[in-house]
Nanobody, 125 residues
């Protein structure tokens, strides 16, 4: 059974930084791409970033490009999301996601089968 557990959320002022972590268990995470999504109150869950199995290729939503960095440490089965220059509009519950497809490149939440419980990020103005 694949389990994903996020951590690192919290309250931060605009312009600040946070680093989220997603620890995977139940399989070797290095065999699978990973992604981050977020969901703000009253809004649909949206794609934030994804990273390939090796970590060699990353892809970002336009809204976070240049401010967020996704990375992974396959020795620790953990994926990270470094968030800099945070804005109030970044406030959301952040989820990590994965799938059994080792070649998945989708930005659609419906294409991912495994999800963490989410971690709240709140950015005050």
């Amino acid at each position: 059974q694949v389990q994903l557990v996020e951590s690192g959320g919290g309250l931060v002022q605009a312009g600040g930084s946070l680093r989220l972590a997603c620890a995977a268990s139940g399989r070797t995470s290095s065999n699978y791409p990973m992604a981050w999504f977020r969901q703000a109150p009253g809004k649909e869950r949206e794609f934030v970033a994804r990273i390939t199995r090796s970590g060699g290729t990353t892809y970002y939503a336009d809204s976070v490009k240049g401010r967020f960095t996704i990375s992974r440490d396959n020795t620790k089965n953990t994926v990270y999301l470094q968030m800099n220059n945070l804005k109030p509009e970044d406030t959301a519950v952040y989820y990590c996601a994965s799938d059994n497809n080792p070649y998945i490149t989708s930005t659609l939440q419906s294409d991912y089968n495994y999800w963490g419980q989410g971690t709240q990020v709140t950015v005050s103005s």
